[in-house]
Protein backbone atom coordinates (compact mmCIF):
# COMPACT_ATOMS: atom_id res chain seq x y z
CA UNK A 1 0.00 0.00 0.00
CA UNK A 2 1.54 3.64 -0.83
CA UNK A 3 1.78 5.94 2.32
CA UNK A 4 2.78 8.78 -0.35
CA UNK A 5 0.21 10.89 -2.30
CA UNK A 6 1.06 13.81 -4.48
CA UNK A 7 -2.59 15.17 -5.67
CA UNK A 8 -5.02 16.51 -3.04
CA UNK A 9 -6.90 14.81 -0.84
CA UNK A 10 -10.39 15.14 0.25
CA UNK A 11 -10.41 11.88 2.92
CA UNK A 12 -7.00 11.94 3.92
CA UNK A 13 -5.44 8.99 5.48
CA UNK A 14 -2.36 9.38 7.25
CA UNK A 15 -0.12 6.35 8.29
CA UNK A 16 1.26 6.26 11.88
CA UNK A 17 4.81 4.43 13.06
CA UNK A 18 5.95 2.26 15.77
CA UNK A 19 9.22 1.66 16.24
CA UNK A 20 11.13 1.71 13.34
CA UNK A 21 13.18 -1.65 12.36
CA UNK A 22 11.09 -3.62 15.29
CA UNK A 23 8.06 -4.01 12.97
CA UNK A 24 8.54 -7.44 13.42
CA UNK A 25 8.29 -7.55 17.09
CA UNK A 26 5.05 -5.26 17.67
CA UNK A 27 3.48 -8.09 18.92
CA UNK A 28 6.15 -8.38 21.58
CA UNK A 29 6.51 -4.46 22.10
CA UNK A 30 2.63 -4.38 22.94
CA UNK A 31 2.56 -6.96 25.92
CA UNK A 32 4.80 -3.91 27.97
CA UNK A 33 3.10 -1.24 26.16
CA UNK A 34 -0.76 -3.09 27.38
CA UNK A 35 1.10 -3.85 30.87
CA UNK A 36 1.70 0.07 31.24
CA UNK A 37 -1.68 1.11 30.19
CA UNK A 38 -3.45 -1.37 32.36
CA UNK A 39 -1.61 -0.23 35.40
CA UNK A 40 -1.61 3.63 34.59
CA UNK A 41 -5.58 3.33 34.52
CA UNK A 42 -5.72 1.12 37.63
CA UNK A 43 -3.62 3.32 39.88
CA UNK A 44 -5.28 6.39 39.04
CA UNK A 45 -8.66 5.22 38.94
CA UNK A 46 -7.82 3.75 42.39
CA UNK A 47 -6.29 7.64 43.62
CA UNK A 48 -9.60 8.96 42.36
CA UNK A 49 -11.70 5.95 44.64
CA UNK A 50 -10.00 6.84 47.38
CA UNK A 51 -10.30 10.46 47.35
CA UNK A 52 -14.04 10.57 46.47
CA UNK A 53 -14.62 7.67 49.31
CA UNK A 54 -12.70 9.01 52.49
CA UNK A 55 -13.38 12.10 53.97
CA UNK A 56 -9.83 12.59 55.59
CA UNK A 57 -8.45 12.97 52.00
CA UNK A 58 -10.79 15.80 51.33
CA UNK A 59 -8.68 18.33 50.81
CA UNK A 60 -7.05 20.77 49.19
CA UNK A 61 -4.02 19.12 47.89
CA UNK A 62 -5.79 15.80 47.84
CA UNK A 63 -8.65 17.84 44.89
CA UNK A 64 -5.82 18.86 43.06
CA UNK A 65 -4.14 14.72 43.07
CA UNK A 66 -7.38 13.96 41.42
CA UNK A 67 -6.81 16.39 38.91
CA UNK A 68 -3.57 15.02 38.08
CA UNK A 69 -5.27 11.86 38.29
CA UNK A 70 -7.91 12.49 35.81
CA UNK A 71 -5.66 14.17 33.41
CA UNK A 72 -3.32 11.46 33.51
CA UNK A 73 -6.21 9.40 32.49
CA UNK A 74 -7.39 11.17 29.86
CA UNK A 75 -3.86 11.66 28.42
CA UNK A 76 -3.42 7.49 28.50
CA UNK A 77 -7.27 6.66 27.42
CA UNK A 78 -6.05 9.46 24.40
CA UNK A 79 -3.46 7.70 22.93
CA UNK A 80 -4.43 3.78 23.77
CA UNK A 81 -6.41 3.26 20.70
CA UNK A 82 -4.01 4.06 18.16
CA UNK A 83 -0.83 2.86 19.83
CA UNK A 84 -2.71 -0.94 20.57
CA UNK A 85 -3.90 -0.74 17.04
CA UNK A 86 0.13 -0.43 15.99
CA UNK A 87 1.48 -2.62 17.93
CA UNK A 88 -0.95 -5.29 18.74
CA UNK A 89 -2.98 -5.53 15.21
CA UNK A 90 -0.53 -3.55 12.50
CA UNK A 91 -2.95 -1.69 11.77
CA UNK A 92 -0.99 1.76 11.27
CA UNK A 93 -3.56 3.59 8.97
CA UNK A 94 -5.72 6.67 10.54
CA UNK A 95 -8.50 8.70 9.35
CA UNK A 96 -8.04 12.48 8.81
CA UNK A 97 -10.94 13.15 11.12
CA UNK A 98 -10.19 10.41 13.97
CA UNK A 99 -6.72 12.03 14.04
CA UNK A 100 -7.45 15.70 14.44
CA UNK A 101 -10.16 14.26 16.97
CA UNK A 102 -6.94 12.24 18.76
CA UNK A 103 -4.82 15.13 18.65
CA UNK A 104 -7.44 17.42 20.27
CA UNK A 105 -7.66 15.11 23.68
CA UNK A 106 -3.94 14.64 24.06
CA UNK A 107 -2.97 17.99 23.69
CA UNK A 108 -6.13 19.22 25.73
CA UNK A 109 -4.74 16.85 28.48
CA UNK A 110 -1.38 17.50 28.28
CA UNK A 111 -2.10 21.20 28.58
CA UNK A 112 -4.61 20.36 31.59
CA UNK A 113 -1.68 18.04 33.65
CA UNK A 114 0.32 21.56 32.91
CA UNK A 115 -1.76 23.74 34.75
CA UNK A 116 -2.34 21.16 37.49
CA UNK A 117 0.78 20.78 38.38
CA UNK A 118 0.85 24.77 38.33
CA UNK A 119 -1.62 24.67 40.40
CA UNK A 120 -0.39 21.96 42.63
CA UNK A 121 3.09 24.65 43.43
CA UNK A 122 1.00 27.26 44.26
CA UNK A 123 -0.30 25.12 46.89
CA UNK A 124 2.58 23.96 47.98
CA UNK A 125 3.74 27.95 47.80
CA UNK A 126 0.91 28.83 50.29
CA UNK A 127 1.02 26.07 52.83
CA UNK A 128 4.31 26.59 53.30
CA UNK A 129 5.03 30.05 53.25
CA UNK A 130 1.41 31.26 54.75
CA UNK A 131 0.61 27.91 56.38
CA UNK A 132 -2.18 29.93 59.15
CA UNK A 133 -4.12 31.27 56.00
CA UNK A 134 -3.95 27.91 53.97
CA UNK A 135 -7.69 26.62 54.61
CA UNK A 136 -9.01 30.52 54.30
CA UNK A 137 -7.68 30.46 51.20
CA UNK A 138 -7.70 27.51 49.63
CA UNK A 139 -11.54 26.84 50.57
CA UNK A 140 -13.27 24.01 48.83
CA UNK A 141 -15.53 26.14 46.50
CA UNK A 142 -12.52 28.49 45.50
CA UNK A 143 -10.47 24.71 44.68
CA UNK A 144 -13.87 23.90 42.51
CA UNK A 145 -13.18 26.99 41.45
CA UNK A 146 -9.89 27.01 40.00
CA UNK A 147 -10.30 23.49 38.60
CA UNK A 148 -12.85 24.88 36.38
CA UNK A 149 -11.27 27.97 35.46
CA UNK A 150 -8.12 26.36 34.11
CA UNK A 151 -10.15 23.87 32.34
CA UNK A 152 -11.94 25.78 30.45
CA UNK A 153 -9.01 27.79 29.75
CA UNK A 154 -7.44 24.84 28.28
CA UNK A 155 -10.34 23.99 26.43
CA UNK A 156 -10.17 27.28 24.76
CA UNK A 157 -6.59 27.18 24.35
CA UNK A 158 -6.40 23.93 22.24
CA UNK A 159 -9.78 24.15 20.44
CA UNK A 160 -8.67 26.37 17.72
CA UNK A 161 -6.27 23.40 16.75
CA UNK A 162 -8.87 21.12 14.70
CA UNK A 163 -10.41 23.97 12.62
CA UNK A 164 -7.82 24.74 11.47
CA UNK A 165 -5.95 21.28 10.48
CA UNK A 166 -9.61 20.00 9.07
CA UNK A 167 -9.22 23.71 6.61
CA UNK A 168 -5.32 22.64 5.53
CA UNK A 169 -4.87 20.52 1.78
CA UNK A 170 -2.96 17.46 2.57
CA UNK A 171 -1.37 16.12 -0.73
CA UNK A 172 2.42 15.57 0.30
CA UNK A 173 3.40 12.64 2.55
CA UNK A 174 0.69 11.07 4.57
CA UNK A 175 3.25 9.47 7.05
CA UNK A 176 3.37 10.77 10.61
CA UNK A 177 6.34 10.12 12.81
CA UNK A 178 4.76 9.13 16.12
CA UNK A 179 2.83 6.28 17.25
CA UNK A 180 -0.35 8.90 17.77
CA UNK A 181 -1.53 12.14 16.14
CA UNK A 182 -0.13 16.09 17.27
CA UNK A 183 -0.34 18.91 16.20
CA UNK A 184 3.05 20.17 14.87
CA UNK A 185 3.22 16.45 12.90
CA UNK A 186 0.22 16.71 11.28
CA UNK A 187 0.57 20.23 9.89
CA UNK A 188 3.89 19.62 8.55
CA UNK A 189 1.95 17.39 6.04
CA UNK A 190 -0.19 20.07 4.82
CA UNK A 191 0.15 20.94 1.03
CA UNK A 192 -1.47 24.80 1.93
CA UNK A 193 -0.49 27.69 3.96
CA UNK A 194 -0.29 26.74 7.39
CA UNK A 195 1.39 29.97 8.91
CA UNK A 196 -1.53 30.11 11.39
CA UNK A 197 -1.19 26.73 12.33
CA UNK A 198 2.53 27.53 13.43
CA UNK A 199 1.95 30.70 14.58
CA UNK A 200 -0.92 30.04 17.37
CA UNK A 201 1.05 26.28 17.50
CA UNK A 202 3.77 28.66 19.30
CA UNK A 203 1.60 30.82 21.18
CA UNK A 204 0.56 27.49 22.91
CA UNK A 205 3.61 26.37 23.62
CA UNK A 206 4.50 29.73 25.18
CA UNK A 207 2.07 29.11 27.33
CA UNK A 208 3.50 25.36 28.63
CA UNK A 209 6.66 27.35 29.38
CA UNK A 210 5.07 30.14 31.41
CA UNK A 211 3.56 26.88 33.41
CA UNK A 212 6.76 25.88 33.78
CA UNK A 213 8.30 29.42 34.57
CA UNK A 214 5.67 29.75 36.87
CA UNK A 215 6.55 26.60 39.10
CA UNK A 216 10.13 27.36 39.35
CA UNK A 217 9.23 30.75 40.24
CA UNK A 218 6.98 28.99 43.35
CA UNK A 219 9.62 26.72 44.44
CA UNK A 220 12.47 29.91 44.29
CA UNK A 221 10.42 31.32 47.29
CA UNK A 222 9.25 27.84 49.01
CA UNK A 223 13.18 27.78 49.30
CA UNK A 224 13.47 31.02 50.46
CA UNK A 225 11.12 30.49 53.21
CA UNK A 226 12.42 27.48 54.35
CA UNK A 227 16.10 28.78 53.98
CA UNK A 228 14.78 30.93 57.00
CA UNK A 229 13.56 28.26 59.22
CA UNK A 230 16.34 28.00 61.25
CA UNK A 231 16.22 24.41 62.49
CA UNK A 232 17.86 21.76 59.60
CA UNK A 233 15.46 18.79 60.52
CA UNK A 234 12.16 21.12 60.52
CA UNK A 235 13.84 22.67 56.65
CA UNK A 236 13.50 18.91 55.74
CA UNK A 237 10.40 18.06 57.17
CA UNK A 238 9.16 20.96 54.92
CA UNK A 239 10.86 20.30 51.76
CA UNK A 240 9.87 16.53 52.26
CA UNK A 241 6.39 17.34 51.43
CA UNK A 242 7.35 19.12 47.99
CA UNK A 243 9.33 16.10 47.02
CA UNK A 244 6.31 14.38 45.38
CA UNK A 245 5.20 17.48 43.62
CA UNK A 246 9.16 18.01 42.01
CA UNK A 247 8.92 14.76 41.26
CA UNK A 248 5.40 14.47 39.03
CA UNK A 249 6.71 17.74 38.00
CA UNK A 250 10.14 16.38 36.41
CA UNK A 251 8.70 13.23 34.75
CA UNK A 252 6.32 15.34 33.05
CA UNK A 253 8.66 18.48 31.71
CA UNK A 254 11.78 16.29 31.39
CA UNK A 255 10.56 14.32 28.06
CA UNK A 256 8.83 17.06 26.92
CA UNK A 257 11.84 19.78 26.77
CA UNK A 258 14.31 16.49 25.74
CA UNK A 259 12.07 15.94 22.58
CA UNK A 260 11.84 19.82 22.09
CA UNK A 261 15.87 19.98 22.38
CA UNK A 262 15.89 17.07 19.61
CA UNK A 263 13.54 18.19 17.35
CA UNK A 264 15.31 21.83 17.39
CA UNK A 265 18.87 20.65 17.19
CA UNK A 266 18.67 16.55 15.71
CA UNK A 267 15.14 16.10 14.34
CA UNK A 268 17.10 13.98 11.07
CA UNK A 269 19.99 12.31 13.32
CA UNK A 270 18.35 9.91 16.35
CA UNK A 271 14.63 9.23 14.71
CA UNK A 272 14.13 6.43 17.03
CA UNK A 273 15.00 8.10 19.99
CA UNK A 274 12.28 10.85 19.13
CA UNK A 275 10.05 8.52 18.57
CA UNK A 276 10.63 6.30 21.86
CA UNK A 277 11.36 10.12 23.99
CA UNK A 278 7.98 10.66 22.30
CA UNK A 279 6.42 7.45 23.73
CA UNK A 280 8.04 7.88 27.35
CA UNK A 281 6.08 11.12 27.54
CA UNK A 282 2.69 9.37 26.93
CA UNK A 283 2.90 6.33 28.68
CA UNK A 284 5.55 7.16 31.79
CA UNK A 285 4.19 10.27 33.70
CA UNK A 286 0.55 8.96 33.94
CA UNK A 287 2.00 5.74 35.10
CA UNK A 288 4.96 7.02 37.85
CA UNK A 289 2.19 9.73 39.16
CA UNK A 290 0.14 7.57 41.19
CA UNK A 291 3.42 5.24 42.74
CA UNK A 292 5.23 8.75 43.60
CA UNK A 293 2.47 10.10 45.43
CA UNK A 294 1.19 6.24 47.24
CA UNK A 295 4.67 6.22 48.03
CA UNK A 296 5.18 9.68 49.82
CA UNK A 297 2.00 10.34 50.55
CA UNK A 298 1.26 8.32 54.12
CA UNK A 299 -2.51 8.60 54.00
CA UNK A 300 -2.96 7.06 50.21
CA UNK A 301 -0.11 4.47 51.12
CA UNK A 302 -1.93 3.88 54.56
CA UNK A 303 -6.00 3.39 52.95
CA UNK A 304 -4.40 1.45 50.57
CA UNK A 305 -2.40 -1.24 52.53
CA UNK A 306 -5.58 -1.27 54.72
CA UNK A 307 -7.62 -2.06 51.83
CA UNK A 308 -5.38 -5.00 50.58
CA UNK A 309 -5.02 -6.29 53.90
CA UNK A 310 -8.98 -6.50 54.22
CA UNK A 311 -9.50 -8.18 51.19
CA UNK A 312 -6.57 -11.04 52.41
CA UNK A 313 -8.72 -11.31 55.70
Given at each position: ?5 T????N ?10 M?H??IW??I ?11 G ?8 K ?13 S ?8 L?L ?6 L?I??F ?7 D??IA??F????F ?6 V???M????F ?6 L????I ?6 I ?17 P?T ?15 YC??Q ?13 I?Y ?6 T ?5 T ?21 R???L ?14 VP???L???Y???K??F ?12 L ?5 N?F???V???R????V ?9
Amino acid sequence: MSICNTSEMENSVFYLVGIPGMEHANIWISIPICLMYTVTILGNCTILFFIKTEPSLHEPMYYFLSMLAFSDLGLSLSSLPTMLRIFLFNAPGISLDVCIAQEFFIHGFSAMESSVLLIMSFDRFIAICNPLRYTSILTSARVIQIGLAFSLKNVLLILPFPFTLKHLKYCKKNLLSQSYCLHQDVMKLACSDNKVNIIYGLFVALTAILDLTFIFTSYMLILKAVLNIASQKERLKVLDTCVSHVCAVLIFYVPIISLAVIYRFAKHSFPVIRILIADVFLLVPPLMNPFVYCVKSQRIRNLVLQKLCQKKS
